[in-house]
């Protein structure tokens, strides 16, 4: 069994930052791709950022030069720190992972997901 746990959202003014951290536990042999989704009211899940096992980053457009994506490869963790935070950032984030359990197949894994607020 795995699981991936998610902390770190909440209400944040507009130009605040809040880090997101996501924590993979459970049988894992190893751990791919990590990475952070978005869910706005009314919209599509959408790529915030990710990272590679080899340690290449991507980002979406809406979040270069504000968020950045790093992984703790010792602690099957990845965060997200954002930065300058915008209305727009509003959304429920989730964690993504492309996990091969010691039982089973690659496949990718989610977090339930963590609110994040930006509002004066």
């Known amino acids: 069994q795995v699981q991936l746990a998610e902390s770190g959202g909440g209400l944040v003014q507009p130009g605040g930052s809040l880090r997101l951290s996501c924590a993979a536990s459970?049988?894992?042999?190893?751990?791919?791709?990590m990475g952070w989704y978005r869910q706005a009211p009314g919209k599509q899940r959408e790529l915030v950022a990710g990272?590679?096992?080899?340690?290449?980053?991507v980002y979406a457009d809406s979040v270069k030069g504000r968020f950045t994506i790093s992984r703790d490869n010792a602690k099957n963790t990845v965060y997200l720190q954002m930065n300058s935070l915008k209305p727009e950032d509003t959304a429920v984030y989730y964690c993504?992972?492309?996990?091969?359990?010691?039982?089973?197949?690659?496949?990718?894994?989610w977090g339930q997901g963590t609110q994040v607020t930006v509002s004066s």
């Open positions: 990272n590679t096992s080899g340690g290449s980053t």
């Open positions: 459970g049988s894992i042999l190893s751990i791919g791709t």
């Open positions: 993504n992972a492309e996990v091969v359990p010691i039982y089973g197949v690659r496949r990718p894994y």
